[in-house]
Each structure stands twice: as structure tokens, then as C-alpha cells.
């Protein structure tokens, strides 16, 4: 089930390894194991524990709570669900026949099944990698190596500004639910909605939202005219950006893509 | 408080070339967005975008409750569009889209080319596209801008979804015939809510700053292109999805021939596209029925957990 959106908020402090790490490595590395990921036939289940074990390590090297990083990847979406399963169901492939009692049989697709589980799987091991080097890793150095791996000067400064809005506008948005909620309660236990109908309560969340939009144009005016008073001419500045990557980085962003290339060929190699 | 609007792919759903070939298509597209912002938006309007994505961002947070636990949402795209207009608004959702997958792990850093074309890029040309021609249709009468608020929600969800369902389809990850009725169905509900946001939020701007809502001078500029875009994606998804969700096979033949199927080239792959659906003699009409019967059983469960979710959360 989704989690609230601050429990899943990015960047968590800390000093570690992977947190000291150049963020453009850490872009690198997370590419590298994601397209990895993805080129991995179904049913390489070996591989997979061995992507596993590559993200353990760079678990513990993160010096996060497990339990954080477990919680913050439990964002199994309903639809996309809905999409994936029903389809062990079809007659496809090598399947079995289940009869549970006369009458009534349904096919059960093992070839589907292992189809769905690798994709899970691999779907999970994404995500997670995700998590934790995002974890580690502030947005504004996730910029900045963006920026240096060639991001246009405009999408930077566009990202930079939501990201820096980004929790002023859902405090603003806090306050206008609790707005909300302070003139239409809910009776504990009870399912009836308050404050009428379904119709009603779509223009007032419709009502929210206008107000949302503008008082974000009203802010958008004044901090440009404050940008413009600080000298703004676009581009955002950082350090990290500046500092050419060592013999060392390179070689280990040269070691990642062997090592992707490795467990590619590995998976396919078992899977002939 | 939820996930915002449930439409982004995960990492791990698209098969390499599908994500791959979406990447570039976004690219480009946000490259002209960025050249048409730079000539035509000067730095004013820079500030803007930003706090409008963050604005939208935070709108997706609001919901309001349906029944049995759903709730409607905000995906944006089209108020996007109807403030800042069709490039702006493709800038705006990129930036939505991209700092979703990236901070907060909602949808896949490999699919984002894909979750950017159906959000960004399908979402707001759909939406231009549609608004446009309400507007043209009926005039800028109140209740006709409220209708071109709620059409612009409506079809912009509906035929991004078909756009996603169309990717899980060719990346072999689910078969057309259930993830084209499963995604359309549920985002054809999932727009009404989007449908009713969008217009309630116009008709509040509309009774404080009706001048937000009217055309903008720029907007002329190089807007047919995006006009165009959403009325070609409009008529193909909405042909070529239910072609392809009566026969599934035939995609998947097509999607094999075109290389997009990495994961299902492993051998022993003969489809045989009927379910056991007892009583039904039409092959295509039993598929399409075993299908909707699937998803109805895990929407159902879905629906079950959520609402055991939601009295427990009243409870405390």
C-alpha cells in the first residue's frame, strides 16, 4: 500500500561511504544496475540473487535502518497490479488444470507465473537500488551531477525551484485540508461522508486545488522578483559540478558497466 | 494521505527497447519545450513553471472520497494546460514527473522516458488538444469553459492510460487483452475524479482571475505542433486499443518481429489465447470477458484491503 509521501521524503543524513560518494558515480551506478535489471531474461533466478547480494552491500554501505528502506519501497501500485496478475490465469504456455470441485476449473499458466514473479522480482530489486541510493544522496547533488552530465541549464533551474517550493506548497496544501476537515468531520467508525454529495465534495477538493494553483502564481511573482534582485542569471552553482572525476572514478564507473555486462551475459549464458 | 494518481510504471515493466524508444520520443519533445521556453518565455516566467510543477505536485495530494474507500484525484496535466498553456505545461509535468521518480521512487528511473510520455508529453497534448477544440466548438460561455475543464481532465487521463496499457502490452508484461481493459477501465473512472478537480479549480480561478484562463499571446506560436500531436494520439490509442485487446496475439507477433520482446524469447511460447470460460461460444468475446472477470477479482480483493485499511486508519 502507497506510503504517506514524507515517510518516502528522499534524503536521509548520514555520513556513510555511499553517502560520501560523488552523486555523478552514484547516477552512474544505479543506470548501470537498473538497464542491468532490465536485460536480465525471466526465470534467471541465480542472477537475480546475485543482483541481491550487489544491492545488500550497498545497503549496508549505506548505514541506513534496513526497516526504512524496506517501508520506503512498498509502492505496489493497484492498477498496474491489476494489469500484471490476471494473466497466470490464461491457457498459455505450459499450463495445469485446477479443479477445486465439478464445474468449476481454471487454468493456472506456470510459464505466466514465472513470467510475473521474475518481473516482481526485478521490479522490486529496481526500486529498491533506487531507494537507496536516493537515500543517500541530496536532490541538490543529484542536480548538480545532472547538470555536469549534460542537463539543459533551464530543466536544472526549473527542478532546483520545485524542488526548493516543493514542501512550502504541500504545507500549503496541509492547511487548506485541514480547512477542509475542520468544517466537514467524519462520525468515527461510520462510512457516511459528510458535508454532502460526491458531486459537492468534488468541487470543493476542485475549489482547493484552483486556490493551490493560485497562490503558487502569487509566490512565483514575488520570488522572481526577489531572484532578480539577488543577480539571478540561471544557473545554479555548486561545487560538486566543478571538480573533474579522478582516474579512480572512472575506473569504477568502467568496473560497474563490465560487472553489468558480466551478469547479463551470465543470465544468458545459464538460461541457454 | 495516498500516492498521487496511480499511472506511473514501474522499473522493471518495459522491456529495454519499448523504454528506450519513449526515452528519445520525450527527449525530443522536451527539447523543443525548452527552445520554445526560451524564446518566447523570458526569465519571469522561469520561477513560474517551477512553482507551478511543485503546486501540482502538492495538488496531488488532495483527494476526495468516492465510495468504499476510493478516492479521486489530481493527476494536472490539464490544469496545466489551461493555465500556463500547452509547451509551458509540458515543462511543468516533466518536472512533476521527474522529481516523482527521482526523490520520491513513484515509478521507475528506466520507464521515466515512458511515464514522461504518458504524462507530459500524451497528457498534455491530449489535453491542449481537446480544450482547444471545445473551445472552438462552444464559445467561452461559463458553463462551456467548465465543460472544456472537465473534457481536458477526462480524455487527457483516458488516453494516457491507453498509452501506458499499450507499453505493458508491447513489452510483453501483460497481455493487451487485459491490461488495455484493465488500465482504460479504471482510468475511465479515475478521469471523472480528475474531470471534476479540473473544473471545479477553473471555476474558482474563473470567478477570481479570469484573466489566467484566457489565451495567452505566446501560445499561438508553435502550438499546432502539440495540437496536432494530441489529435494523432488521440484517434490512434483510441483505435488501435481496442483492435489490439480483441487480438493480444496478434501484438505480441508484432512486438516479436519487431524485437521488443526480450523477456518472452525464451522458447516454449505458444499462445493460446482463450481462457476457460465455460458457456460462451465467441472466441474473442470469451477472452475479452475472462479478462474483465480477472481484473473484477483483484479489484475486488484490492477494494477489500483498502477498506479494512481506511476503517482501521478512522478507528485511531
Known amino acids: 500500500m502507497p506510503v504517506d509521501i514524507e515517510q518516502r521524503a528522499s534524503y536521509e543524513y548520514g555520513d556513510s561511504l555511499l553517502h560520501l560518494c560523488d552523486a555523478r558515480i552514484k547516477i552512474t551506478l544505479l543506470m548501470v544496475y537498473l538497464i542491468t535489471t532490465a536485460l536480465l531474461p525471466v526465470g534467471a533466478w541465480a542472477v537475480y540473487l546475485l543482483m541481491g547480494g550487489v544491492l545488500l552491500i550497498v545497503?549496508?554501505?549505506?548505514?541506513?535502518?534496513?526497516?526504512?528502506?524496506?517501508?520506503?519501497?512498498?509502492?505496489?501500485?493497484?492498477?498496474?497490479?491489476?494489469?500484471?496478475?490476471?494473466?497466470?490465469?490464461l491457457k498459455t504456455g505450459n499450463f495445469i488444470e485446477i479443479n477445486p470441485w465439478s464445474g468449476f476449473a481454471f487454468s493456472l499458466s506456470l510459464t505466466r507465473l514465472e513470467r510475473v514473479a521474475s518481473l516482481l522480482v526485478r521490479s522490486w530489486l529496481s526500486l529498491q537500488f533506487a531507494v537507496i541510493i536516493m537515500s543517500a544522496t541530496r536532490f541538490e547533488d543529484v542536480l548538480a551531477g545532472l547538470r555536469a552530465c549534460g542537463?539543459?541549464?533551464?530543466?536544472?533551474?526549473?527542478?532546483?525551484?520545485?524542488?526548493?517550493?516543493?514542501?512550502?506548497?504541500?504545507?500549503?496544501?496541509?492547511?487548506?485540508?485541514?480547512?477542509?476537515?475542520?468544517?466537514?468531520s467524519t462520525l468515527q467508525g461510520s462510512f457516511k461522508q459528510a458535508g454532502g454529495s460526491v458531486w459537492w465534495r468534488a468541487q470543493v477538493t476542485g475549489g482547493m486545488a484552483g486556490m493551490l494553483m493560485l497562490r503558487s502564481l502569487d509566490r512565483s511573482q514575488r520570488i522572481y522578483q526577489a531572484m532578480q534582485a539577488r543577480g539571478y542569471d540561471g544557473e545554479i552553482r555548486s561545487e560538486a559540478a566543478a571538480i573533474p572525476l579522478t582516474k579512480a572514478q572512472y575506473f569504477s564507473i568502467a568496473a560497474f558497466i563490465l560487472a553489468g555486462l558480466l551478469m547479463v551475459l551470465l543470465a544468458n549464458g545459464m538460461a541457454a | 494521505m495516498k500516492a498521487p494518481v496511480p499511472m506511473h510504471i514501474p522499473d522493471g515493466f518495459l522491456s529495454v527497447a519499448v523504454s528506450g524508444i519513449l526515452w528519445v520520443v520525450s527527449l525530443i519533445f522536451i527539447f523543443i519545450a525548452l527552445k520554445k521556453a526560451g524564446k518566447e518565455?523570458?526569465?519571469?516566467?522561469?520561477?513560474?513553471?517551477?512553482?507551478?510543477?511543485?503546486?501540482?505536485?502538492?495538488?496531488?495530494?488532495?483527494?476526495?472520497?468516492?465510495?468504499?474507500?476510493?478516492?479521486?484525484?489530481?493527476?494536472?496535466?490539464?490544469?496545466?494546460?489551461?493555465?500556463v498553456g500547452p509547451w509551458p505545461a509540458v515543462l511543468v509535468m516533466t518536472s512533476v514527473v521527474t522529481v516523482q521518480?527521482?526523490?520520491?521512487?513513484?515509478?521507475?528511473?528506466?520507464?521515466?522516458?515512458?511515464?514522461?510520455?504518458?504524462?507530459?508529453?500524451?497528457?498534455?497534448?491530449?489535453?491542449?488538444?481537446?480544450?482547444?477544440?471545445?473551445?472552438?466548438?462552444?464559445?467561452d460561455k461559463?458553463?462551456?469553459?467548465?465543460?472544456?475543464?472537465?473534457?481536458?481532465?477526462?480524455?487527457?487521463?483516458?488516453?494516457?492510460?491507453?498509452?501506458?496499457?499499450?507499453?505493458?502490452?508491447?513489452s510483453g508484461t501483460s497481455p493487451a487483452n487485459i491490461a488495455?481493459?484493465?488500465?482504460?477501465?479504471?482510468?475511465?473512472?479515475?478521469?471523472?475524479?480528475?474531470?471534476?478537480?479540473?473544473?471545479?479549480?477553473?471555476?474558482?480561478?474563473?470567478?477570481?482571475?479570469?484573466?489566467?484562463?484566457?489565451?495567452?499571446?505566446?501560445?499561438?506560436v508553435g502550438s499546432s505542433f502539440v495540437w496536432i500531436s494530441g489529435l494523432v494520439l488521440t484517434v490512434v490509442l483510441l483505435i488501435?486499443?481496442?483492435?489490439a485487446s480483441s487480438k493480444p496475439d496478434g501484438l505480441e507477433w508484432v512486438a516479436e518481429k519487431l524485437g521488443f520482446l526480450i523477456m518472452a524469447q525464451d522458447a516454449s511460447y505458444h499462445i493460446i489465447p482463450d481462457y476457460v470460460l465455460p458457456g460462451i461460444q465467441n472466441e474473442a468475446l470469451a477472452t475479452i470477458m475472462a479478462g474483465a472477470v480477472g481484473v473484477v477479482i483483484v479489484m475486488a480483493l484490492v477494494l477489500l484491503l483498502t477498506r479494512r485499511k481506511t476503517s482501521q486508519t478512522a478507528k485511531h
Do not use: C
Open chain 1, 59 to 89: 545497503a549496508v554501505l549505506s548505514e541506513i535502518p534496513a526497516s526504512l528502506l524496506l517501508k520506503r519501497a512498498l509502492l505496489l501500485e493497484v492498477p498496474i497490479l491489476l494489469v500484471l496478475i490476471p494473466q497466470i490465469f
Open chain 1, 151 to 184: 542537463l539543459p541549464r533551464m530543466l536544472t533551474a526549473i527542478f532546483g525551484l520545485m524542488w526548493r517550493y516543493l514542501y512550502v506548497l504541500l504545507d500549503e496544501m496541509h492547511n487548506l485540508t485541514q480547512a477542509r476537515r475542520a468544517r466537514s
Open chain 2, 41 to 83: 518565455i523570458d526569465e519571469s516566467r522561469l520561477p513560474l513553471v517551477g512553482v507551478l510543477a511543485a503546486a501540482i505536485f502538492a495538488g496531488q495530494m488532495l483527494n476526495f472520497a468516492v465510495a468504499g474507500g476510493t478516492s479521486g484525484h489530481l493527476l494536472g496535466a490539464a490544469l496545466a494546460v489551461l493555465l
Open chain 2, 101 to 139: 521518480a527521482l526523490v520520491f521512487q513513484d515509478g521507475g528511473v528506466l520507464t521515466l522516458g515512458a511515464n514522461l510520455f504518458n504524462m507530459a508529453i500524451v497528457g498534455v497534448a491530449v489535453a491542449y488538444f481537446v480544450s482547444d477544440l471545445f473551445k472552438h466548438w462552444f464559445g
Open chain 2, 142 to 170: 461559463r458553463w462551456a469553459t467548465l465543460l472544456t475543464a472537465f473534457a481536458a481532465g477526462w480524455f487527457s487521463i483516458f488516453i494516457a492510460a491507453l498509452a501506458a496499457s499499450l507499453e505493458l502490452a508491447f
Open chain 2, 180 to 220: 488495455i481493459p484493465a488500465m482504460g477501465g479504471i482510468h475511465a473512472l479515475i478521469g471523472i475524479g480528475e474531470g471534476l478537480i479540473t473544473l471545479g479549480a477553473v471555476s474558482l480561478i474563473m470567478s477570481s482571475k479570469p484573466q489566467l484562463l484566457e489565451k495567452k499571446a505566446e501560445e499561438k
Open chain 2, 240 to 243: 488501435i486499443s481496442p483492435l
